[in-house]
């Protein structure tokens, strides 16, 4: 393996790059990205990893959510409030059914760079570059806001150490105090149909906490606050370059853009410069894996990025889909456990189940993800496992982007309330209603014993999995 540097990805074919007419205004833009302080910190980083590493023991679960892709429009205050509320209220459901700690990522603070499938698009005969996020250009289709400007990867960092220094002030004044879980309620809370559900569970908390303090005569403060880290997909290579660096009393380079960056399915060529990039940094990384990938670039992808095997160092986020993952997940397992490296296993259950409206509309069905959740979980449970996180594309605004769920949302809804930019997110009624299901099916598995077929999700698909086999990266 050839010596690693910040740079040395340079030397590889980058795919999802943006063209900029001007290279020195880029040179201008990353040198002065070099210089600004970092959004996070080598502590935080390692902190999360060993949070990780106790998922991949079984010992706590990841919940990963957040935005498709973020806008700087967006950064505002009520905003950032609410995914950070939708996050907590989902951690809050997990911990309460499946009495596991949780670890709450955000998609957000980064999450402004998107792949496109083409590099331009064409409208009433005019062609442009494609939007590729607001890190690169504008949504506008029109020249002057599609052409990719370098500064712009200045202005993400400016909104992503706004967003990451808002939801610092939130956490350290005691906006995810368990004492006090009404702060989190969203405006339509009351007009979900599991809103009682979830007041009959923060009122039990709430119980909880009071008994534990009367018997210790003392104030319980270490709930007063909660860990959160940030994520985004390391998509645009000179940014991630520009944040990366060497810190003092720490081995090894750190990209402190962001605590936890993931590596897209459309760039996860193992000679590729976004894995060039990523074998070198010592964050905890994800990979997104998908059906079409073959036995030998999933074991070359484990092999590059955790060559020493250290635990919390890479987690596998399978995009199967609800038709293809009880064929695919049990193979993708077995190629792994060949390694005998040890992943953390999550399921991102929401990009192999888009689908297409009559109208052309990009919609996600809310019993596909369900149904792609239930199969993961019973595949890991049947091999001596356990799926160890889940990463959803959500929002705590009151959208209609994805299909069904307990209000039953129609085709005919997501024309009332449909913002995304580029793909379908979960609203926040949706989101509460999965993290009580999961949850339900969390609990059902520690409960139900080894001997019988784990039981199903509310909804889902059935069918048979695989005989039980120990697997590396398992409970």
């Not at 996860?268 to 070198?280: L, M, N, S, T």
């Not at 989101?431 to 299901?437: F, G, I, P, S, V």
Request: proline residues 5%; negative net charge; aromatic residues 8%.
């Amino acid at each position: 393996m050839s010596k690693w540097t910040p740079t040395s990805w340079q030397d590889r074919e980058a795919l999802q790059q943006p063209r900029y007419d001007e290279p020195e205004e880029l040179e201008r833009a990353v040198a002065e990205l070099a210089e600004l302080p970092p959004l996070v910190t080598s502590f935080e980083v390692e902190h999360l990893k060993s949070q990780l590493a106790d998922a991949q023991r079984g010992e706590s679960f990841l919940l990963q959510g957040g935005d498709c892709a973020e806008s700087f429009a967006e950064c505002t205050s009520s905003t950032i409030a609410n995914k950070l509320k939708i996050l907590l209220q989902m951690s809050l459901v997990l911990v309460h059914s499946s009495k596991c700690k949780v670890i709450r990522v955000g998609r957000f603070a980064g999450q402004y760079a998107k792949p496109r499938s083409s590099d331009l698009e064409k409208r009433d005969g005019q062609e442009l570059p494609s939007y590729r996020g607001d890190l690169v250009n504008s949504l506008e289709f029109e020249p002057g806001s599609r052409r990719p400007d370098p500064f712009r990867l200045v202005r993400g960092y400016e909104k992503s150490a706004l967003t990451l220094n808002f939801i610092r002030g939130l956490i350290d004044g005691g906006f995810a105090d368990l004492h006090h879980p009404e702060y989190w309620d969203l405006d339509f809370v009351d007009h979900s149909p599991h809103a009682s559900e979830y007041q009959r569970m923060v009122e039990a908390i709430g119980d909880s906490l009071r008994f534990m303090e009367t018997l210790a005569g003392t104030h319980v403060g270490d709930i007063d606050r909660v860990d959160f880290f940030t994520s985004h997909e390391g998509l645009h290579l000179h940014y991630e370059q520009a944040q990366t660096r060497q810190v003092p009393h720490r081995d090894g380079w750190y990209n402190l853009a962001t605590h936890y960056p993931w590596v897209g399915l459309r760039t996860a060529d193992p000679d590729g410069a976004h894995i060039e990039f990523f074998r070198g940094i010592a964050n905890p990384i994800g990979i997104k894996v998908g059906a079409a990938m073959d036995d030998q670039q999933i074991r070359r992808l484990v092999e590059i990025l955790n060559p020493q095997n250290e635990p919390g160092r890479l987690t596998l986020i399978l995009r199967l889909g609800v038709e293809k993952v009880r064929d695919e997940l049990p193979r993708i397992i077995d190629v792994v456990a060949g390694t005998g490296i040890d992943v953390l296993w999550c399921c991102d259950p929401m990009h192999g189940n888009t689908r297409s409206t009559s109208s052309g509309r990009k919609t996600r069905m809310f019993d596909d993800i369900l149904g792609e959740l239930d199969a993961s979980f019973d595949i890991h449970a049947s091999k001596g496992g356990r799926l160890g996180g889940v990463h959803f594309e959500l929002t705590g605004d009151n959208v209609t982007e994805c299909v069904g769920g307990a209000r039953g949302l129609s085709e005919v809804d997501l024309e009332r309330a449909y913002r995304s930019q580029v793909d379908p997110r979960l609203n926040y009624e949706q989101a509460l209603e999965m993290a009580l299901l999961v949850g339900r099916k969390m609990s059902q598995l520690h409960h139900g014993g080894t001997g019988r077929r784990p039981p199903r999700l509310d909804t889902g698909s059935a069918g048979e999995v695989s005989s039980p086999r120990r697997y590396v990266g398992g409970a």
